[in-house]
T-cell receptor, first 114, second 109 residues
């Protein structure tokens, strides 16, 4: 069964460093999402992406964040200058065209900023 | 903006008990998801509902659109059901999901 994959599973970085989190969505999916979950808190929507453009973003998704689909398979989330409060689990999700309500989640990347 | 509330926040039960977890939301939706999160952190989708009721094994999910309420039931609960159960909704013009805080379920043998 096709699935969303994410790498790395755990990333540790120093405050101020740039990180790139990678996702490989399901191959025929065209809509992509990033969510985050700070430890002990609820999952929060960050951004949605379609046709090489951001289609929606939350107030969390400020200028420190960017997303890209650099090739036909990867979908990345970049944090330019990490802060301690960026430590969280980051989930990627994808869905197919027309399947508005069916998002498939990846296993997540745990980001720890020291 | 949709507000999603779950109850209870924590639930401890004995193996075999019938479990109910509730979710309510404030704004009309196109779909509601029930998700399961294990201690490792990964999220697994259990159900997606837009109306009525769905059943998968020992899990049953119902939704009442008029009352803006959904329930997740687990019959004959088992320790392996121990996890965080999360309700999430899509609607109100947004594509991204809005999540509840989750219900932490522990089933004791």
């Amino acid at each position: 069964e096709p699935e969303v994959t994410q790498t790395p599973s755990h990333q540790v970085t120093q405050m101020g460093q740039e990180v790139i989190l990678r996702c490989v969505p399901i191959s025929n999916h065209l809509y992509f999402y990033w969510y985050r979950q700070i430890l002990g808190q609820k999952v929060e929507f960050l951004v949605s992406f379609y046709n090489n453009e951001i289609s929606e973003k939350s107030e969390i998704f400020d200028d420190q964040f960017s997303v890209e689909r650099p090739d036909g398979s990867n979908f990345t989330l970049k944090i330019r200058s990490t802060k301690l409060e960026d430590s969280a689990m980051y989930f990627c999700a994808s869905r197919a065209r027309g399947r508005y309500n069916e998002q498939f989640f990846g296993p997540g990347t745990r980001l720890t900023v020291l | 903006k949709n507000e999603v509330e779950q109850s209870p926040q924590n639930l401890t039960a004995q193996e075999g008990e019938f479990i109910t977890i509730n979710c309510s939301y404030s704004v009309g939706i196109s779909a509601l998801h029930w998700l399961q999160q294990h201690p490792g952190g990964g999220i697994v989708s259990l159900f997606m509902l837009s109306s009525g009721k769905k059943k998968h094994g020992r899990l049953i999910a119902t939704i009442n659109i008029q009352e803006k309420h959904s329930s997740l039931h687990i019959t004959a609960s088992h320790p392996r059901d121990s996890a965080v159960y999360i309700c999430a909704v899509r609607g109100g013009g947004a594509d991204g999901l809005t999540f509840g805080k989750g219900t932490h379920l522990i089933i004791q043998p």
